[in-house]
Each structure stands twice: as structure tokens, then as C-alpha cells.
């Protein structure tokens, strides 16, 4: 199997680095190159994205795969960043390093200075070469995106094959900047550097693991359904509120906005302000879940509880878990729905409303 489609610690190795982008803010856009054989393995290894993820068939040459990638780019876009898909690793510090050069070069790329003696030889050294200023290259290699389309078609015009995309820019005359590159973001070719991650990974195993809860609740009016979780259910009364009432997808949006210790939905989405009069409530979540992924986390389960005599929850609750995994970008086995009555008890027992509770996870590996 491609090492890029292999497992590293239980996730694709193409996963990882694709979120590794996903998760940076300044990146609005994806483009993956894969082989036109790999439909199959790229399906499975693929993650759910924060970002419109885009495949483009790969060419005879490392040169043509660029191109391809360049070319598929949506509209819009001024500056692109081209990695390595088998350097899952790359630390958030060395994307924002090229990002940071790229304001003043025509293109920027990640290296680390040799450090080990460089000998020429075969079986016997035959010379010794001096390491000053020689540098081990990295990538996200960055560049303009007009400015590398012209370098890489000309390229393709007069040349043969590059060792990287420096290379190609450095022919048609671009500079390049040289930015902190990072052991982290190693490339894996052999067993070794499998292992070498893992104990990297080990090693950095600062991972920020946070739960959130959330409760709400949104008093009966007259109406002929209520939305919960994205999800319209008959019944012969509404749900009263300012936006359509979703109570699920309140208390989800809370107890993601409480695991960031970012506020409540009221901080984001003033009650006050008629915009969101009526508004569908997928908005608000869907502002949390980018919130989390532009802090760098990953939601990794969502349990939720409805708390109501009527309407019954259980013919809907398979759609609702569906809906949810949608909109938190994540597998439905990752996510619960539960209801319960309160023995008609209180205000949800003499059925005035409908109460919601939940707890979400969040991992920043
Ligand atoms: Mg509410």
C-alpha cells in the first residue's frame, strides 16, 4: 500500500496531513493529488474537512501531479501552499512561517540546516564536502499561484524533472525564502521513519482533551411541528423562540462553545439582533464547530438528551444523529441522541417545553 494511505497510530497518514490544513485558519481551500488508481484507498483514508476538498488526478511525473493541483484550485485563491502528503507532522508554526514570507518573497519554503558531516564515497570515503550553507528542504513549499503556474508551465516547456517546486520557481526567477523548518515534520519514506514519528508523536503528546456541556430549553407555542436537531417533527404544538427553536442544536452549539471557553450562543449570536430572527439553527452550530476547528480541535463525540413527554423522539432520533454528524463533521458513530420524560413531572412533564442537555468532546492532538 502507498505509505501515504498506511496507518500512523490508527489514522491515515493522508488524513493527518490533510488535517493538519484543514485545521489552520488562514487556509481556505483543498486540493488532493492522488494517483487515478487510488479512488479506493483515498475514499477510505479521506477525513470529513472544515474545507471543500478537492481531487485531482496525478500525472506521469512528480512536475505534472503540481500542475494538475495547481490547476484544479478554485477561483479566488492568490496564494497556495504545495505539500508533501507523506509529512503528516507538519507543526502549525511551520505553515504560518511560510505564510509569514510569502507577505515579501515570491515564495517561501521550510528547511533545516545540515548538521551531520557530508562525506562522498562508496564503499570508502573518498572526500569530505563542508555542510556550511547547505540545508535539508521541507515543505508546504508556498508561492503565488500566478507566479508558480507560470514557473511550472515553463517548466514543462524546457526542462526535465525537478527535485521540488523551489526548483521549478528558482528557474523562472522567483526568490525563495528559507523559513524554520522543524524535525516534527518529517518525511516517511521507510519503516524507520514510521517509528520515528510515532515516537515523535510520543514525545509531543501535549494533547488538549476537553468536554463541554450545554442545556436548554424553549417553552411550547402554537404549531405543527418542532425542529430538533435539524430535524422537523409533527406535533400539534411549536417550539417559541427567535431563531426556529431547535433546542438540540442550541445545547450542542453551547457545550461546543463551553469546551472552547468561548461564551454561549448569545455571545455569538445576540438575541437582540433581528438577523437572526427565525434563523435556522445550523447556523450557530456550524459557527461553533469552525470556531473549534480554527482553534485546532477536533470534535470527537457529541451525546445529547432530550428531555419531553411528546413528541416521541425514538422514530426520529436515527435521522437527527445523521443530521448532526453532518453538521459536527464527524461519523454518526460518534454521536447520540437519547430522550427521556420526566415522569410528568415539572414543566416538561405537564409538557410547557422541551429541555436538552449535552456533552461534547474535543481533542487538540
Ligand atoms: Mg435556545
Known amino acids: 500500500m502507498p505509505k501515504q ?47 471543500p476538498l478537492i481531487e485531482a488526478m496525478g500525472g506521469a511525473t512528480r512536475d505534472a501531479s503540481v500542475r494538475a493541483g495547481l490547476a484544479a484550485l478554485p477561483e479566488g485563491i492568490d496564494t497556495v501552499l504545495i505539500h508533501d502528503a507523506a509529512r503528516p507532522l507538519v507543526p502549525r508554526a511551520v505553515i504560518d512561517g511560510v505564510l509569514a514570507a510569502l507577505v515579501d518573497h515570491d515564495g ?3 528547511a533545516l540546516p545540515v548538521t551531520d558531516a557530508l562525506w562522498r564515497g ?14 535539508r528542504a521541507q515543505t508546504p513549499q508556498g508561492f503565488h499561484l500566478s507566479a508558480i503556474r507560470a514557473a511550472h508551465a515553463a517548466h514543462a516547456a524546457h526542462r526535465g524533472q525537478a527535485a521540488d517546486d523551489v526548483e521549478v520557481a528558482r528557474a523562472h526567477g522567483l526568490r525563495v525564502a528559507i523559513t524554520q ?47 430538533l ?3 422537523a417533527v ?3 404544538r411549536g417550539l417559541l423562540g427567535h431563531s426556529d427553536a431547535d433546542v438540540g442544536l442550541h445545547t450542542i452549539t453551547d457545550a461546543i462553545y463551553g469546551a472552547l471557553c468561548a461564551g454561549d450562543i448569545g455571545t455569538h449570536f445576540p438575541p437582540s439582533d433581528p438577523q437572526w430572527k427565525g434563523a435556522p439553527s445550523h447556523i450557530f452550530l456550524t459557527h461553533a464547530v ?25 422514530p426520529h432520533a436515527g435521522a437527527m444523529r445523521a443530521r448532526l454528524a453532518d453538521l459536527l463533521r464527524i461519523e454518526a458513530g460518534r454521536v447520540s441522541v437519547k430522550a ?5 413531572l415539572g414543566f416538561a412533564g405537564r409538557e410547557e417545553g422541551i429541555a436538552a442537555l449535552a456533552t461534547v468532546t474535543l481533542v487538540k492532538p
Open 5 to 51: 494511505y498506511r496507518d500512523l497510530a490508527g489514522v491515515p497518514v493522508i488524513a493527518r496531513t490533510i488535517r493538519a490544513f484543514d485545521s489552520h485558519p488562514a487556509i481556505t481551500a483543498l486540493v488532493v493529488v492522488r494517483h487515478p488508481d487510488d479512488a479506493d484507498l483515498f475514499a477510505a483514508a479521506r477525513p470529513r474537512t472544515r474545507l
Open 108 to 110: 517561501a519554503a521550510p
Open 122 to 135: 562508496d564503499a570508502t570515503v573518498t572526500g569530505t564536502e563542508t555542510r556550511d550553507g547547505l540545508w
Open 181 to 227: 523548518g522543524a524535525e516534527a515534520n518529517l518525511k516517511l519514506t521507510t519503516a524507520g521513519d514510521f517509528d520515528r514519528a510515532l515516537r515523535l508523536m510520543e514525545k509531543d503528546s501535549d494533547m488538549d482533551i476537553r468536554t463541554g456541556n450545554g442545556f436548554d430549553v424553549h417553552r411550547f407555542c402554537e404549531g405543527d411541528h418542532v425542529m
Open 229 to 231: 436537531c435539524g430535524v
Open 234 to 236: 409533527p406535533h400539534d
Open 290 to 314: 469552525d470556531l473549534a476547528a480554527s482553534m485546532g480541535f477536533t470534535i470527537t463525540h457529541a451525546d445529547l438528551t432530550l428531555i419531553c413527554e411528546r413528541p416521541k423522539v425514538g
Open 340 to 344: 427521556t420524560t420526566t415522569e410528568r
